[in-house]
């Protein structure tokens, strides 16, 4: 069922009134809904609304609210990922994956092996958070993530506070998610974030960062895995570990 952003404000007696101009085109004009048809809708609050599309005009579509409730796509903790962009598609691959995984926001930090200039990083972040946007819609998120501006990791970290931050240092560790995660559980609302570096890996000067700061450098274990690779492996593998603490 095909699935969008809109306002509480759109939402009155029963109905939910679309006249944004990016969901009207895509609704009626790109995905061609017909009078009859089904629509999921969610808002800022988090309420999820079953609608059937009653009519569509030049201008609105009217759809009647068949049920709502509270969205319950969400994870128990707050997941953020800091890592160092990559070039061409996988990073767009990256951005939508984490989105799917759940992650609040994505933050693009320059780190001294970046595949990327500074220059082309800022202007990318733009196209960056669109797919969120759509990617959000597809995997039906209760929330859009946000992606950050360009920082390094020493910028972020101080400007942010976080519950947990883990770096995923292969070669460099031996110590496992799995053993860090059983002796240091999550509790419901915390921050974790989670450090992914670039192609080339992290740096003399960045691993001694992340020792002087105490944060914790953990493998993914014995397979050498591509940046992108290691994002979706590394986000799901903490959902796992986390949510089957329960």
Request: overall charge negative; aromatic content about 8%.
């Amino acid at each position: 069922m095909p699935h969008f952003f809109v306002k509480s404000e759109t939402i009155n007696n029963g109905y939910a009134v679309i006249c944004d101009e990016d969901n009207y085109r895509h609704i009626a004009k790109s995905l061609r809904v017909r009078a009859g048809e089904k629509l999921l809708l969610i808002d800022e609050n988090k309420i999820q609304y079953e609608t059937v599309v009653e009519q569509i005009t030049s201008r609105e579509i009217t759809a009647k609210i068949e049920n709502s409730y509270k969205s319950a796509r969400n994870l128990d903790f707050r997941l953020y990922l800091a890592q160092s962009p990559l070039r061409s598609d996988a990073q767009s691959v990256i951005i939508e994956k984490a989105t799917e995984l759940g992650a609040e926001a994505v933050y693009p930090v320059f780190t001294d092996n970046c595949s990327l200039n500074k220059s082309v990083i800022e202007k990318k972040i733009t196209k960056w958070q669109r797919i969120m946007y759509e990617a959000s819609k597809q995997c039906e998120r209760a929330d859009i993530p946000t992606c950050g501006n360009l920082a390094t990791l020493e910028k972020l970290l101080s400007e942010h506070n976080f519950d947990k931050i883990i770096a995923f240092c292969e070669r460099r560790t031996s110590r496992t998610l799995h053993e860090y995660c059983l002796e240091n559980p999550v509790k419901k609302g915390e921050k974790v974030l989670v450090i992914i570096g670039p192609e080339g890996g992290f740096s003399d000067k960045e691993f001694d960062f992340f020792k002087e700061n105490n944060i914790p450098m953990l493998t993914l274990g014995d397979l050498i895995l591509k940046a992108e690779t290691a994002v979706i492996v590394a986000l799901g593998n903490i959902i796992y570990e986390y949510s089957n603490q329960k």
